[in-house]
């Protein structure tokens, strides 16, 4: 999908799990790409705690982690939106993604949630799934282990050893959205 232009303000939403047990794990992609992004642009070191999260303003775009469980992500978006005054259309969603291979980072609006309880707590919550989502592939589980242990495992030496490629990648596209 090609570049898409946003109407200001807009919302940029990082998924992920708090805490040192989750820091390094697939479902915190949204968090790791976050980081990523707050390092190529220094100027967001403005974090303010609101929203069941954390926010940084960068002219009209902002950035926010909630700080809830991921199943629990929509109350910090919504309360967020609500601020800000910024229509669903207007948030983008940066979350894993067992549905594309591990590596592939892909820009969507809309579409289903692949059973992402984040997601649907979006959904649920901003009463749409017409949000736009940057999604990183972190692949699907071998068949002898559950989704929700694979997604809140670590990555394999493997994928270690690519993850700053995708981390860049998705930023990058971050920051065409931002105009940056």
Known sequence: MGFIILSMPYLFVFLGNPGPLY???????????CDRLTQALPQLDNWQSKFHGLFAKRQDAVLLKPQTFMNESGISVQEACRFFNIKAGDVVVVHDDIELP???VRLQSGGGLGGHNGLRSVKQHLGTDAFRRLRIGVGRPPA??????????RFSPTEESSL???????????????GL
């Open 102 to 104: 591990f590596g592939e």
């Open 144 to 153: 002898v282990i559950q989704v929700s242990d694979y997604v809140l495992g």
């Open 164 to 178: 700053d490629r995708v981390m860049d990648e998705a930023a990058g596209k971050l920051k065409d959205m931002m």
């Open 23 to 33: 820091r390094q794990t697939r479902h915190n992609c949204g968090w790791m790409v």
